[in-house]
């Protein structure tokens, strides 16, 4: 497609030389490196909750976002009014970051190789609103049939098209559609007088209306909340202290997320305050361990043709059998560390900066049998479902919340335990890989990552793999 | 962007009004807020990052009937509230009849008029090199600390100037303004191959009203600094002492625990205790809108009910959940004035200055009465359930013994359930301050479940 065909091109009549008067304002004062982001996105939300289908909101937004990089320094300015002359506002209060004569910009735009791993059949805002209503009805009907036990059922579906352009002083222009859809089940389960318990699923990704129609349907979600629910209802006191921990193949990758990832984004490591910086070439990790950081996985929530900067999403090996390779760069941390680009420069909207970020992390599949592997353990702890993670980058501990997990006692799986916040320091855990199994998983679609007060959603996955030794925060000794 | 557009604002809260009666909704309500931001980092003595900008938005919420559509846009021209207007009555079609839905009776609309004091021109009059100004300042007190703070992540200042207006179709009106700015330091320290980092902060509404960045930057460091070297500990149970910073998130979750959505769910531990013990008889946890120049102060909630102060807990008995008109009539009750929504959609529900109210001890005292134990200064992960009151979470702190300081901690859980904690709150100090709407002076609990080695 040429620039001219693209959308805020048609839409809203910018051409490229609009684009290069934008650009040169940014550099009136002087300044290494200016771009333009454009964003318009446009929401659908549907919610269920006591079989009513209670809210619906949709809505739009629209802005751009004008950066001027002068060494290390960046000046940022954003305008939701796409008119030129609030265009031309906003990168004249960014160049004022950089103090020098102008600089003169490439003339002429050259296009980025253009991919395509999502393209969306039927985008969800082409359809009648009724049958994206009809996923949350399904899904409150599946929920409670699964089990008379269920008495609360809240169900959730939102898209959103989001279209970007990214235009450089460099000479390069890019742009994106970038669909995401996503259906989340809540429910709550009770038994008796004892008190209720909740189960949660959900998923989605880049994808479009059929995947809830012949992949993952709204029943699948549901049964799946319920199921998780019913199992909490005869949950025993998570156990306290160090202890052999089995995690499930999935969602729980969100460990790498925390323990590794994070640690491994470029804008600490040049600054120097994460537990990992300096550290490239040197063992950080069992030699079981390869950790990929993969933005470009068809149709995958974490997934981006380009990034948020205009570069092409790669394929990034960050730990290779052990041994640190490499950061996740955006282009300022890479421009100093004179590493080439990642394609990990992401932000949440028109109005924030970017940097670097994750985008689906996960761990290579190793050679053990899971069975194999929950059979090794005489007494552990089986994490199947996790809530969330956080991690501290300079001290490398991090935490996640196992939200459905199972005491291993005899490498059997017996009891299920309440929720627990697991520990740990990110080097070490991952030292204390002993098995990984052949079964490697992504997860369903639901992650969203959360840095310096920016969302961006992401995707995680491991095989099912062996810690030996994390602190589990339960209160059973 | 011009600050004194509230009048305007209230102009167009209105006329979307009028185009949702037009539309043939029975009931509509619609906010509009501007606000600007500016943000500024220092890092090792150099300026990082300037960030300056403005946006506006605008949503509404029709009803036909008891269904209900909302919409909203970043488009204020005429065109942009049209379309908004009609994507909510194209909604509204979709949705179902709920028995309950619709706006407050209009009797029961209010606002506060005596002065919140929420907004303050010195922060709008502040110039961009003073703001860069006091974030170099306090980053260099911190490095200039202790040779040991040899790393940042940096000094920053951000303001924002925001105004919002709301109108509803029953003849409710109204729009305020509000400043605040803030100071923050994250310094990192090191020792031999240990690194840690923390951070302090101050905020207010007023620019004169932040701490000097000399000693916002001084206590960071310290912070950092007492971190160094920190053990596990070995698998226990000991008695537990928050400080203020992380007793806050003890009210998030009371907050959870009170929320309008989860008492008619049945998805709290307190669902049906009104009026019953629920902790003990020295807690007494209050939310007030109503404090002049504080952050969770306004003159009216999001549904156009005048703010008020609700006694949550008083000397440990439950005596209020916090509702808007929805859960209210869900419950029975009245509403509490605690509807909070963005720009659009159903009302939910927030909190205005919530806070756990003074005790009689400093907090020296706190730790001399335990004698051993942990005195948290952090807490990691999100591990609290609202249905069970199952509470575990990643901490790090200090080791106290007889009174005193005698390690840092770090790498441990504490566990129990919410519900045993705030049975066991022993003592709380006297040192309430607020740094944001969530306040809390230091808290000493009983015996929790400590996890480590």
């Known amino acids: 497609m040429r620039y001219s065909d ?51 909101t949709q809505g739009v937004s629209m802005g751009v976002g004008v950066r001027v990089l002068a060494g290390e320094r ?135 209306f059929e995947f809830f129609l012949n992949e993952k349907t709204p029943e699948y979600f549901a049964r799946e909340s319920a199921r998780q629910a019913i199992v909490q209802l005869n949950a025993v006191d998570a156990p306290a202290g160090e202890l052999t921990v089995v995690l499930a193949p999935g969602w729980p990758g969100v460990l790498l ?46 997934s981006l043709n380009m990034d948020d900067e205009g570069n092409l999403t790669h394929r990034n090996v960050l730990i290779e059998n052990g041994i640190l390779r490499g950061y996740l760069q955006d282009r300022l941390s890479g421009a100093i560390m004179g590493a080439t680009p990642t394609g990990n420069g992401r932000r949440e909207s028109y109005q924030h900066v970017p940097m670097p970020r994750m985008t689906n992390t996960f761990m290579l599949a190793g050679e053990s049998d899971p069975e194999e592997i929950v059979r090794s353990v005489k007494n552990g702890l089986y994490c199947a479902t996790f809530g969330g993670g956080q991690v501290d980058i300079t001290s490398g501990n991090f935490v996640f919340d196992a939200t459905e997990s199972y005491l291993i006692e005899d490498g059997k799986l017996t009891r299920p335990v ?60 | ?105 209009a009797a029961d609309f209010g606002t506060i008029d005596h002065g919140l004091d929420l907004y303050h021109g010195d922060v709008e009059a502040l110039d961009a090199a003073s703001k860069v100004e006091m974030a170099r300042l306090a980053e260099k007190a911190a490095l200039m600390l202790d040779p040991r703070v040899s790393n940042s992540e940096g000094g920053s200042f951000g303001s924002y100037l925001g105004a919002s207006a709301f109108a509803n179709s029953r ?28 951070y302090w902060y101050s905020t207010a509404r007023s620019a004169s ?36 910073r992380v007793a806050r998130s003890l009210l998030s979750h009371v907050f959870e625990l009170l929320h309008g959505d989860s008492i008619y769910r049945r998805a709290s531990i307190w669902a049906g205790k009104l009026g019953e013990q629920v902790a003990g008889s020295e807690v007494t946890i209050i939310d007030d809108s109503t404090l002049p120049g504080l952050f969770g102060s306004t003159p009216f909630d999001d549904e156009g009910l005048a703010s008020r102060r609700n006694v949550l807990i008083d000397r440990g008995v439950l005596k209020s959940y916090l509702l808007n008109t929805y859960t209210a009539r869900k419950l029975g009750l009245r509403s509490t004035g605690s509807a909070s929504r963005g720009l659009t959609g159903n009302a939910g529900i927030g909190h205005g200055n919530l806070y756990l109210a003074s005790g009689a001890l400093k907090p020296e005292e706190l730790l001399r009465r335990m004698g051993t134990g942990l005195y948290v200064t952090e807490l990691m992960g999100h591990g609290f359930n609202a249905v069970t009151g199952d509470y575990s979470r990643g901490a790090a702190g200090l080791w106290i013994e007889n009174g005193e300081i005698a390690y840092p901690v770090s790498k441990v859980t504490i566990a129990g359930n919410l519900k045993e904690m705030l049975n066991q709150v022993a003592a709380i100090g006297d040192d309430l301050e607020f740094r944001g709407s969530v306040a809390a002076p230091t808290v000493a609990i009983g015996e929790m479940t400590i996890s480590g080695q």
């Open chain 1, 6 to 56: 693209s959308f805020f091109a048609s839409k809203f009549g910018i051409a490229e030389r609009d684009l290069e008067g934008w650009l040169s304002e940014a550099l009136s004062r002087g300044g290494d490196y200016a771009d333009l982001y454009f964003e318009y996105l446009a929401t659908t939300s549907i919610s269920i909750d006591e079989s009513i289908v209670k809210s619906a």
């Open chain 1, 74 to 208: 960046t000046g940022y300015a954003y305008s939701d009014d796409l008119s030129p002359e609030r265009i031309r506002h906003a990168a004249r209060v960014a160049a004022c970051i950089a103090e020098g004569p102008s600089k003169t910009i490439k003339e002429g735009f050259l296009g980025g190789e253009r991919r395509e791993l999502y393209p969306v059949l039927s985008p969800p805002a082409d359809l009648p609103l009724e049958e994206r209503v009809s996923l949350v009805r399904r899904a409150d009907e599946a929920a409670r049939a699964y089990d008379p036990r269920v008495f609360m059922v809240q169900a959730v579906y939102a898209d959103t098209m989001k279209h970007v352009l990214v235009a450089t002083s460099d000479g390069r222009i890019n742009f994106d559609r970038q669909p995401m859809a996503r259906l989340n089940v809540l429910v709550l389960a009770r038994e008796g007088e004892n008190p209720p318990q909740r189960g949660y699923s959900g998923g989605g990704g880049r994808v479009g």
């Open chain 1, 257 to 302: 997320h925390e323990a590794v990832g994070h640690g491994l984004e470029a804008d600490f490591n040049r600054k120097g305050t994460s537990a990992y910086s300096n550290r490239v070439g040197e063992r950080v990790a069992s030699s079981l361990v390869t950790v990929v950081d993969d933005g470009t996985m068809h149709s995958r929530r974490g």
């Open chain 1, 418 to 477: 309440r929720g627990a916040t697991l520990i740990g320091n990110g080097p070490e855990a991952m030292q204390r890989v002993t098995m990984v199994g052949n079964d490697l998983a992504l997860d369903e679609g639901i992650g969203i990552c959360g840095k310096d007060g920016q969302s961006v959603p992401v995707g995680v996955g491991i095989p099912t793999v062996r810690l030996d030794g994390i602190t589990v925060g339960g209160t059973a000794r």
């Open chain 2, 1 to 105: 962007m011009n600050w004194h557009e509230g009048p305007h604002l209230e102009r167009l809260a209105e006329c979307v009004v009028a185009l949702a009666r037009e539309a043939g909704a029975t009931d509509s309500e619609c906010t509009i807020s501007e606000g600007s931001e500016f943000s500024a980092t220092v890092r090792m003595g150099e300026v990082e990052q300037v960030k300056e900008a403005g946006s506006r938005g605008a949503g509404v919420r029709v009803l036909f009937g008891q269904r209900t559509g909302s919409s909203y846009t970043s488009d204020l021209s005429g065109d942009g509230l049209r379309a908004m207007v009609s994507q909510a009555v194209g909604l509204a079609r979709i949705t179902t009849e709920d028995p309950f839905a619709g706006l407050p009776d």
């Open chain 2, 171 to 198: 003849g409710f009106l109204g729009s305020y303004r509000a400043s605040n700015c803030s100071l923050s330091v994250v310094p990192v320290v090191k020792d031999g191959g240990a690194m840690e980092r923390d």
């Open chain 2, 209 to 244: 009203g932040l701490e000097p960045p000399e000693l916002v930057g001084r206590k960071a460091a310290e912070r950092a600094l007492r971190r160094l070297n920190a053990r596990s500990l070995s698998t226990r149970k000991a008695p537990v002492i928050f400080e203020p």
